[in-house]
């Protein structure tokens, strides 16, 4: 950033004034903005050219489906799920958003993975455009997303205070045919270096993977709850 003031200053052939340091901090302010989504492509080109990577996807992905598999506990999938995505991404925060939809809202309930979440529980607009995203499924949506792009801008400030202190990196979608049942949330990696685009592959995959062994655990939630409501009329 200091390095595109420094050629504004030196390129403009004039004496420095206030307009040559208002255009110097314009230039700056897109470097940042943009400095992101070049590091993700300058990366992601870097990695398909050295065939470098921290994990077999196809591996990871293998692994994932086969721990899974036979899960009914909403508990023990979150702890299962997030721990091998842990292991493969070498991140250290993760958790299994629950959503119930009504015609006016939605409700969030947040089962932790690993890491300290203490956000249980929360409410999100049946006309959020982070809910809309998550609705489409196309591709996991980053927390950069969220804070930059405009079309999240309308998002009320309570869903962004509630997402920024889950302090999560990326968030895929989990649908069962249509409908939104759950989102899975990953923090940063360990290392401090940012998501490939082949972790985000490999995690909307994943998230496919999730959806029908979810709907069933939620089922077999539901119907446990049931029988304790049941047994405690009795």
Same mark, same amino acid.
């Given at each position: ?6 050629? *504004? =200053? ?63 506990? =909403? ?107 759950? *989102? ?17 592959? *490999? ?19 539901? =119907? ?11």
């Amino acid at each position: 950033i200091f390095a595109g003031m420094w050629v *504004v =200053l030196t390129t403009s052939q004039q004496q420095v004034s206030f307009s040559t340091v208002i255009v110097a901090v314009i230039a700056a302010a897109l470097l940042a903005i943009f400095q992101q989504p070049l590091r993700q492509g300058l990366q992601h080109l870097i990695d398909r050219v050295t065939n470098r990577g921290h994990y077999n996807p196809a591996r990871a992905l293998r692994d994932y489906g086969d721990a899974i598999n036979n899960i009914l506990e =909403l508990e023990t999938l979150v702890t299962v799920a997030v721990g091998i995505i842990a292991d493969a991404l070498d991140v250290r925060r993760g958790a299994l958003l629950l959503l119930t939809e009504h015609d006016d809202h939605a409700d969030v309930q947040l089962l932790p993975g690993m890491g300290t979440l203490p956000i249980e529980r929360a409410e999100m607009q049946a006309d959020s455009p982070i809910l809309a995203a998550w609705r489409l499924g196309q591709h996991p949506l980053t927390q950069y997303d969220i804070d930059v792009l405009p079309e999240f801008r309308s998002a009320s400030v309570k869903e962004r205070t509630w997402l920024h202190s889950l302090d999560m990196e990326i968030y895929v979608p989990i649908l069962s045919g249509s409908v939104l049942i759950g *989102v899975l949330a990953v923090g940063r990696r360990e290392s401090g270096e940012p998501h490939t685009a082949q972790d985000l592959d *490999v995690l909307m995959t994943v998230g496919n993977q999730t959806a029908v062994v979810l709907q069933n655990a939620r089922l077999v939630n539901d =119907l446990k709850t049931a029988n304790r409501s049941i047994t405690r009329l009795n």
